[in-house]
T-cell receptor, first 113, second 116 residues
Framework: DGGITQSPKYLFRKEGQNVTLSCEQN?????MYWYRQDPGQGLRLIYY???????QKGDIAEGYSVSREKKESFPLTVTSAQKNPTAFYLC????????????FGDGTRLSIL | AQKVTQAQTEISVVEKEDVTLDCVYE???????LFWYKQPPSGELVFLIR??????QNEISGRYSWNFQKSTSSFNFTITASQVVDSAVYFC?????????????FGTGTRLTVIP
């Protein structure tokens, strides 16, 4: 089945540690996105990529980094500079037409040890 | 600037009642797209419906219906004869423009609890 796979489902970070969240899609979508969701809040955009080897900052990019070396993959690194990383992280992808919806993975829940 | 407002933070209804979730949006784009997503307790976002700004026809899909009114900048979602499985957080979202990244702007969500 086509879809978006995020791993791991749960992740724990120690102080000063960088962690990487995986996002893979087999929908042949050009655009991919990373969102952060805090309890009781909506989704906030961290980074997005419209094409391989190109990505743009979203509203809350500080303390995060991404890469887009392959069309299928858009990993997110939460760096030690992100002082409040505990949140639910969602990855999405979308086809090239403007009216197409974004499709989401199951999410990764990140917590601080 | 794009903005989506979901004024209802939480709603509780008894099973089989009808419930309407409100969504009001702001945009300067003449072409834009509105979406509703459902987030069940498991966490994933499930796409429910898309509406183009130039198509004000309302839509019904089973127990779900959507009322899009450009005059009031609203895109409300009604669930008829609610069921326990409808319990979730529902998000309204907006993207604008005919080109570009078409980033989604989300409301803060409405948590619906259906009581058996």
């Amino acid at each position: 089945d086509g879809g978006i796979t995020q791993s791991p489902k749960y992740l724990f970070r120690k102080e000063g540690q960088n962690v990487t969240l995986s996002c893979e899609q087999n929908l042949n979508h050009d655009a991919m996105y990373w969102y952060r969701q805090d309890p009781g809040q909506g989704l906030r955009l961290i980074y997005y990529s419209q094409i391989v080897n190109d990505f743009q900052k979203g509203d809350i990019a500080e303390g995060y980094s991404v890469s887009r070396e392959k069309k299928e993959s858009f990993p997110l690194t939460v760096t030690s500079a992100q002082k409040n990383p505990t949140a639910f992280y969602l990855c999405a992808s979308k086809g090239w037409q403007p009216n197409q919806p974004q499709h989401f993975g199951d999410g990764t829940r990140l917590s601080i040890l | 600037a794009q903005k989506v407002t979901q004024a209802q933070t939480e709603i509780s209804v008894v099973e089989k009642e009808d419930v309407t979730l409100d969504c009001v949006y702001e945009t300067r784009d003449t072409t834009y797209y509105l979406f509703w997503y459902k987030q069940p307790p498991s966490g994933e976002l499930v796409f429910l419906i898309r509406r183009n700004s130039f198509d004000e026809q309302n839509e019904i899909s089973g127990r779900y219906s959507w009322n899009f009114q450009k005059s009031t900048s609203s895109f409300n979602f009604t669930i008829t004869a609610s069921q326990v499985v409808d319990s979730a957080v529902y998000f309204c979202a907006l993207s604008g423009g005919e080109t570009g990244a078409n980033n989604l702007f989300f409301g803060t969500g409405t948590r619906l609890t259906v009581i058996p």
